[in-house]
């Protein structure tokens, strides 16, 4: 069994899924907007991880989610959650859909006029970019305490695992990311005040981007994974990863390496976008690698 969380704008929706691709059970939240202004749009991401919470305690009344082998996460991109030192949100997301930075749009081109041969992106309001400049103008106070710059989704893979970790695809829409690269540009980063510190680690939409934390496996009825993969190359870009040991209090990058592990205790992995159904057909037991 595999499971995805997919975190839109008007809910949060948990789909369970069995080893033929199958949907075996769903469960929906419903999500509200606050617009306190004109051209203002924001969620408390609270009410996504208690959206979240609501929607697997439902599941998990009705079906066991003890085969479940992983779980993708996807969501709403563009979005602004920023994150003090211990995790917490310093004030409402900004959402993909908010239209007060357009003059921040204006001041980011002046700034960084190669951003859109960069990021092959058009700047627009929507994006990330502009909303932290907009952060820095009016809300100084708060922008000096970001510890972290998340999109919607990461901040629920934060209260899942633990683990600050962002995929190439919502990545691509801050106006942060080189796309050539496929790494965060830091002249991008540092014309709207932010450092390479401040910006999750990136990974491929398969990899794997953290473990589920004791807690909620113990809350949602998750079993501890005992197994021995192979990660054959599903991307051209790279492979899937499975961790083992210890829970990861944020994500580790190992050196390339290959492991042959006739059983390891893993803990329950989380993908950094929900490739599932694609991907899961190509595990083998066998070789761990990277």
């Not at 949060?12 to 419903?30: C, H, N």
């Not at 000096?144 to 633990?162: E, F, H, M, N, T």
């Not at 080189?178 to 990136?202: F, I, K, S």
């Not at 004791?214 to 501890?224: I, N, P, S």
Request: aromatic residues 8%.
């Amino acid at each position: 069994m595999y499971l995805g969380i997919d975190l839109g704008t008007s809910g949060v929706k948990v789909v369970l899924m069995d080893e033929q691709f199958g949907v075996q059970d769903s469960q929906s939240i419903s999500l509200t907007c606050d617009h306190p202004h004109p051209l203002w749009s924001e969620q408390a991401p609270a009410q996504w991880w208690q959206a979240t919470e609501q929607a697997l305690d439902q599941l998990a009344k009705r079906t066991s989610l003890q085969a479940v082998k992983a779980i993708g996460v996807t969501g709403q991109m563009h979005g602004a959650v920023l994150v003090d030192s211990d995790g917490q949100p310093l004030r409402p997301a900004i959402l993909w859909n908010d239209g007060r930075c357009a003059p921040q749009c204006e001041r980011l081109n002046q700034r960084a006029p190669s951003i859109e041969r960069i990021t092959g992106n058009q700047l627009m309001t929507g994006m990330t970019a502009p909303k932290l400049l907009w952060v820095a103008e009016y809300e100084p106070d708060i922008f000096s305490q970001i510890a972290q710059v998340l999109l919607p989704k990461d901040y629920l893979r934060w209260k899942l695992s633990g683990c600050y970790a962002t995929d190439m695809s919502d990545a691509s829409g801050t106006l942060w990311l080189n796309v050539a690269t496929r790494q965060w540009d830091e002249t991008l980063l540092e014309a709207c005040g932010l450092t390479l510190q401040q910006v999750p680690p990136l990974l491929e939409g398969p990899e794997v981007s953290g473990h589920l934390l004791e807690e909620h496996q113990q809350r949602w009825g998750f079993l501890q994974l005992c197994l021995s993969w192979q990660a054959e190359e599903i991307m051209r870009q790279g492979h899937w990863v499975w961790e083992y040991g210890s829970q990861a209090k944020r994500c580790s990058h190992w050196e390339p390496q290959a492991f042959i592990l006739q059983s390891a205790t893993v803990s329950m992995p989380i993908v950094a976008k929900p490739f599932i159904a694609f991907a899961m057909r190509y595990l083998k037991p066998g070789i761990l690698c990277r």
